[in-house]
């Protein structure tokens, strides 16, 4: 299998399911060697490890739980672990942070350890993942960050998930700026409502599907292909003059 990421080597954080498993499987069509974290669902990382080999794709399921102390730590171990000769020199070319913690909270009912889960997976893991990473990048390497539209759209439910997403943000061009001379560029990208298992509460209820459905200008819900699609340009040589950007992928949601 050859594309335009031919040989490159990748690692998704949460890559066992939705966005994240597309963005997988697509850098796996496009011919790079994929390590897929995942903190829980050792199955669901394992079928997608080996649908991707079963495609002509090369791929290892990589376990690290993270918003825990060491997290950044336990996964760069684990991910030499489990490449094995797959990436002999440790190497890597593309980072995508996409694992992710989400909370429904409004501020009133929000409690000081949900926002603690939050921050710790979506805010410092990211940082210390990617701070780990910066010796084994390679110049002219790709670091992609997942964002959310919940970060710049006002949802009262989602005061803390989008201030984290906020952070993560602002992290982006912070990082951008400061890896600019090694020519590895650094961009978010900022979904809207995707169909993933994470919004089946949305699908089972037809009137808030209608709503959410109202507010894109595009018409439709996003799938996570469509995201996919956006990190795949961004990893390639094209997005080579891209960087410090958050990248709108939400299909002109709320404008």
Known sequence: ???????????????????????????????????LGFGHDEAAAREAVERIREDGGRA???PAQLGSRGDAVRLWEAFDAASGNQ????RLDILVNN?????????????????????????????????????????????????????????????AYGTTKG???????????????RRITVNAVSPGVVLTRNSD??????????????????????????VASIVAFLASDDGR??????VDASGGTAL
Request: charged share 20%; hydrophobic share 45%; proline share 5%.
């Open 241 to 246: 003059w891209v960087t410090g950007q958050v």
């Open 1 to 35: 299998m050859s594309g335009p990421l031919q040989d490159k080597v990748a690692l998704v954080t949460g890559g066992s399911h939705g966005i994240g498993r597309a963005i997988s499987e697509r850098f796996a069509r496009d011919g790079a060697i994929v390590g």
């Open 60 to 62: 290892f399921a990589v």
């Open 99 to 159: 694992a992710a913690a989400g909370n429904f909270a409004r501020l009133a009912d929000l409690t000081e350890e949900d926002f603690d889960r939050l921050v710790a997976v979506n805010v410092r893991a990211p940082f210390f993942v990617t701070g780990l990473a910066l010796p084994r990048l390679r110049d002219g390497g790709r670091i992609v960050n997942i964002s959310s539209r919940a970060a710049t759209v006002a949802s009262p439910e989602l005061i």
């Open 87 to 90: 990436v002999p020199d440790g």
């Open 167 to 181: 952070a993560l943000d602002t992290f982006t061009r912070h990082l951008a700026q400061d890896l600019g001379p």
């Open 201 to 226: 509460y949305l699908v089972a209820d037809p009137e808030l599907t209608a709503q959410a459905t109202a507010r894109v200008a595009l018409g439709r819900l996003g799938e996570s292909d469509d």
